[in-house]
């Protein structure tokens, strides 16, 4: 089972960017796909994008497309969320989660989480 870590969330500005690291350690094995999630206060954990083990990229929230992107280092076992534009709508703790080799939308269907990391949209 992989240990996913969170980096990169913090306080910023509406229309500002951040990117968010999801560094994974545990395995010698890059054939798992890592999705990030959010929740925020009050709501459920929605899958926002994914990138499966062979590269593809899925965007499950039509809030973040064209804003969000999703990539990954495998030479690092990381994962990279770059936001941009961002919205105060976008705060919310940011959770990247890891499952065997492709995506998928639903929480239950991950069986490796990170901590989460709060990003914070606000003037």
């Known amino acids: 089972q992989l240990q996913l870590v969170e980096s990169g969330g913090g306080l910023v500005q509406p229309g500002g960017s951040l990117r968010l690291s999801c560094a994974a350690s545990g395995s010698t094995s890059n054939y798992y796909a890592i999705a990030w999630f959010r929740q925020a206060p009050g709501k459920e954990r929605e899958g926002i994008l994914c990138?499966?083990?062979?590269?593809?990229?899925?965007t499950y929230a039509d809030s973040v497309k064209g804003r969000f992107t999703i990539s990954r280092d495998n030479t690092k076992k990381t994962v990279f969320l770059q936001m941009n534009s961002l919205k105060p709508e976008d705060t919310a703790v940011y959770y990247c989660?890891?499952?065997?080799?492709?995506?998928?939308?639903?929480?239950?269907?991950?069986?490796?989480w990170g901590q989460g990391t709060q990003v914070t949209v606000s003037s």
């Open positions: 989660a890891a499952r065997q080799n492709y995506c998928s939308a639903y929480v239950s269907h991950f069986d490796s």
């Open positions: 990138i499966s083990s062979p590269g593809g990229r899925t």
